[in-house]
């Protein structure tokens, strides 16, 4: 089929449609055959019909029957598309399930429209009216609430910082092909993300930052771990899912939540060429069309482009000077000719609404849809938009909109051309998706339906490999933490509680437990794991239970239980609460409660909130991004040392000065590999993980000899930043030739810029010599070295390898192996009874109870018989007790050799002194009848 849309792309060059002149190239090739069907279908429709394509809709509730406000924006006003929202009620949780709910309501709206264009053709009075499937869009970022709108049956997947962590592309191609395949599977076609800004120098005071809801703050790696997500969702979704890459031109230094009011980023356009956009010409300028985006989501945020910013400067997304200047950049230019696609953010938010009033203007939604549209936007998200006359819904709105662009269409030509190039765009978009415009394509299948929800080991992998291992270094926290928590040591757990509603009228949950770490410790590490803890020594708080305790408020014996803990695990998930200044509170009023004891503190969201005086507190300072139940686990495999951290923060954390432009920079450790062009080198593929695992070593194979008059060209890499990932794209590499003859040293340099990882340069041969080649990437100055001879005879080139400075390699930790505990095992390493033990214990308690009282029973009375056989039962209790408490000497009795004959011992003993105190019991209740007797 392509080598047939290849043949046709040559026949029709000259015949692309006005809103799609631009310079042919070779990724147009499915394009043109698809303008081709779009503008058929575009003939064949009515004002209203076009006009309707240009909008994205919402609407409350699951009902989609034929009275309902979205029946009737679809069958007979012909919207576009909708976007489903929990805040909407359109996924309700009460409902039998989830996921089938949302798949027959999404089959729902589609058949909605098919149904409508099947009665039109059927009605000789109409004219024919063409099936146009609907757009059913979700914005699914990861991570679960408040991000997510789909809170329960879908595969729990991370948030895009915990993607970053990984530094590995291969991981988010996985994750995005995870999301393509689910949210596909249940019949969305539009995903509105992935997020691409970029969080350049994040912000530790602000409350309302992106935080991890970005890949992270280097433009080259967002962009990299964007094209690979995208690739993801295009593969996972068999091509059947548009990709609006957000938040257009890019949020990541704005000064505040953009959702509540219009935000500003003070840069000029060719600042934000630098930093903000690289990540948005990644995705649209790939070779590889999966990883090409479909659309970009225009954000409402002010930028420095025409001028300075005042209070009547527009936001980008409804001003045309403004987002031209941006669309018309040569990176966008073969894209956008393409049929790239330029999508409104949500025109009903409370960011557009302030800003009219806030203007002098009033907020009419018909307006605000007019300037979105002719400030370039081809398809309109509106959103819950609605009118400021209270009486007036997001239902009369809409119609009020689709009413006025009708009649615009009628009446102005110049208006009428861009709704048709702006519907020729959503067509193309949509005929990409599906080649045939029928039900049976469009609709998802049921069956579908059974792979949704089983793909947690992605989860779990991306969970491992972002680990992050913030304060201290490994080297110190060896120093500082030995050993894994002991069976005997207590540990408590405070817990950052974040809430949540699957919908309007649902109960408040938790997003992470309040003893979702202490049951993950349990469920690996107590009696039905490797039995190295006791569950009656773990307790959990909620933070809200250590602000109690600090007002003097708190019922629990909260103070008391972190007074005899050995460990105190904090688990954060948010800053917005004031979660912060809480712990700052809790470190400077109870400062006796963390001395001499070991604090960890795992942050389940971004890691640059804690200043350093916060960081020096703890005894260890972990990031694992998401409260995802993946990344719960690790981080209970790192409170026992059962697992390596992989990660590293994808941001900069000001606090411990890991300042993310010098750990991107080039290793000055390293020796930059160098070859000439003939030498074979392997090349790193670009859709795997861009993380080199092993050394290249240059092969050298058969070569021409080099002649005066010849070039040699030689290319240096892969160079590896601090982590021991490829340095970013256009990072600098200087060249140097040197010749040496009788007159000297001449030294001729060549500057050059590396991509993925690589850079060459070209040197011309042309005086007799002998010649040196080298490479440095400041700060790495040492590079093999290329040596050979010039002359009209030629000579091969050698390669020097310099003798690198000791230092470890770079790349990734092996993980450390998890071990198994032995199900046969009786007695711990530290000398503590396992579950097996304890039955037997329990087994030798009874019996020794029984034949006690069996035998006092016979000879005394069946009354002594019973008390002779509780105190044995007890005094072996307590001689057992005396050995789970690790009480002094028992342990180590135990551990070093004793083991279980040792523990039976022990209970024996303990039973022989019940039985002693019993003979005494009864010695002092006879002495009184004996006497009187």
């Keep these: 089929m392509r080598r047939l849309f290849r043949w046709l792309t040559a026949l029709s060059a000259l015949t692309l449609t006005v809103s799609l002149l631009q310079p042919p190239s070779a990724v147009q090739a499915g394009t043109q055959l698809q303008t081709s069907e779009a503008q058929a279908v575009l003939a064949a429709m009515t004002p209203e019909e076009r006009v309707g394509q240009l909008f994205l809709v919402t609407f409350q509730g699951t009902d989609a029957h034929d009275q309902t406000h979205i029946y009737d924006l679809i069958a007979n006003h012909h919207v576009g598309g909708v976007v489903l929202l929990a805040g909407n009620d359109n996924f309700l949780p009460e409902l039998d399930d989830t996921i089938s709910s949302a798949h027959q309501l999404i089959s729902s709206l589609q058949t909605i429209e098919a149904e409508a264009a099947a009665r039109a053709e059927a009605d000789i009075q109409s004219d024919d009216r063409a099936y146009v499937p609907l757009f059913i869009g979700i914005s699914q970022e990861g991570d679960g609430a408040p991000h997510d709108q789909i809170l329960s049956g879908l595969t729990p997947l991370p948030n895009p910082m915990a993607i970053g962590a990984t530094w590995q592309t291969a991981l988010a191609q996985q994750v995005g092909a995870v999301a393509g395949s689910e949210l596909s599977a249940l019949g969305f076609n539009l995903y509105l993300g992935p997020s691409l800004d970029v969080v350049e120098t994040p912000n530790p005071l602000a409350q309302n930052d992106l935080g991890p809801r970005v890949f992270g703050g280097d433009p080259f790696w967002v962009g990299e771990m964007g094209r690979a997500y995208i ?11 548009a990709v609006i890459a957000k938040h257009f031109p890019g949020r990541g230094d704005s000064d505040r939540s953009p959702e509540e009011e219009v935000a500003t980023v003070g840069k000029s356009l060719e600042q934000l060429t630098q930093v903000e956009l690289p990540p948005f010409f990644a995705v649209t300028s790939p070779t590889e069309t999966n990883e090409i985006t479909d659309g970009l989501l225009v954000s409402h945020i002010c930028y420095q482009i025409q001028g300075n910013i005042r209070a009547t400067t527009r936001p980008v997304s409804l001003d045309e000077p403004a987002l031209s200047a941006v669309i018309s950049l040569p990176e966008f230019e073969t894209w956008r000719g393409n049929g790239g696609l330029i999508v409104s953010d949500a025109l009903g ?114 969970a491992r490999s972002a680990a992050t291992l913030v304060s201290p270094d490994p080297e110190e926290l060896k120093r500082l933490l030995p050993e894994a928590p002991k069976q005997a040591e207590r540990i408590a757990f405070l817990t950052d509680v974040p809430l949540y509603k699957e919908c309007t009228t649902c109960l408040w949950q938790e997003g992470l437990g309040v003893d979702a770490l202490q049951k993950e410790v349990l469920r690996l590490y107590g009696s039905g794991g490797s039995g190295q803890v006791f569950a009656s020594r773990l307790n959990s708080f909620p933070l809200t239970e250590l602000e109690a305790m600090l007002n003097e408020e708190s019922t629990t014996d909260i103070e008391g239980i972190l007074e005899r803990a050995d460990w105190l695990v904090i688990s954060l998930t948010g800053v917005a609460d004031g979660q912060i200044a809480l712990l700052q509170r809790f470190f400077s009023e109870r400062s006796s409660l963390i001395r001499d004891r070991n604090v960890i503190l795992f942050s389940f969201t971004a890691p640059y909130y804690l200043d350093p005086t916060d960081i020096s507190k703890l005894t260890a300072y972990y990031a694992l991004y998401s409260k995802q139940p993946a990344f719960v686990e690790v981080a209970a495999r790192l409170l026992f040392q059962q697992v390596s951290v992989q990660g590293a923060s994808p941001v900069s954390i000001p606090a411990v000065q890991y300042v993310l432009l010098d750990v991107t920079s080039p290793d000055k450790d390293q020796v930059i590999p160098l070859f000439s062009l003939d030498q074979v080198v392997e090349a790193i593929p670009t859709n795997q993980s861009m993380t080199p695992t092993t050394e290249v070593e240059p092969t ?55 991509e993925m990882g690589m850079a060459r340069a070209s040197f011309p041969i042309d005086r007799p010599g002998e010649v040196e080649i080298r490479a ?30 000791t230092t470890a390699t770079p790349g990734l930790v092996t ?14 390493p530290e000398g503590y009874p396992l579950l097996g033990m304890w039955l037997l214990v329990l087994l030798g308690l009874v019996g020794g109870a029984a034949l006690m009282f069996w035998a006092v029973s016979r000879i005394v009375s069946l009354h002594w018989g019973l008390r002779w056989a509780l105190s044995v039962f007890l005094g072996g209790l307590l001689a057992y007790n005396y050995l789970a408490l690790g009480l002094p000497g028992a342990t180590e009795w135990i551990a070093s050799s004793a083991g279980a004959f040792g523990v039976l011992v022990l209970i024996f003993a303990g039973q022989v002194l019940g039985a002693l105190g019993a003979w005494i019991w009864m010695q002092i209740l006879s002495g009184p009848r004996s006497r009187e007797d």
Excluded: C
Excluded at 439 to 458: F, H, I, K, T
């Design 700 to 754: 050298q194979t058969p070569i021409p000899l080099y002649r005066i008059g010849d070039t040699i060209t030689v290319r240096a890499g892969p160079i590896l930043d601090h982590n021991g990932h490829l340095v970013p794209d256009e990072t600098p590499v200087r060249f140097t030739m040197i010749t040496r003859d009788e007159s000297g040293e001449i030294p001729l340099q060549m500057e050059s810029f590396t």
């Design 815 to 828: 993980p450390t192996a998890i071990p198994t505990p032995d199900r046969g095992q009786l007695i711990s």
């Design 776 to 805: 440095v990437s400041e700060p790495a100055v040492n590079s093999f070295v290329l040596q050979f001879k010039a002359s009209n005879e030629g000579a091969e080139v050698t390669v020097v390898s310099p003798t690198p400075p």
């Design 231 to 241: 690739s993801g969702l295009h593969s996972g979704s068999d091509g059947r899912m």
């Design 349 to 462: 938010s409370q960011a557009v609404r302030n800003f009219y009033s806030q203007s002098g203007e009033n907020f009419l939604p018909r307006t605000v849809a007019r300037d979105a549209f002719l400030a370039g936007n081809d398809l309109l998200y509106l959103g819950n938009i609605t009118a400021e006359n209270p009486n007036e819904d997001t239902y009369t709105a809409t119609l009020g909109i689709l009413d006025y662009f009708a009649q615009q269409y009628r009446t102005d030509r110049a208006f009428a051309q861009r709704v048709d190039d702006a519907v020729i765009r959503v067509l193309a978009q949509k005929f990409r998706m599906y080649d045939e415009f029928t039900p049976s394509n469009v609709l998802a299948p049921e069956s579908g339906l059974a792979r949704v929800g089983a793909s947690q080991d992605v989860s779990f992998e991306v």
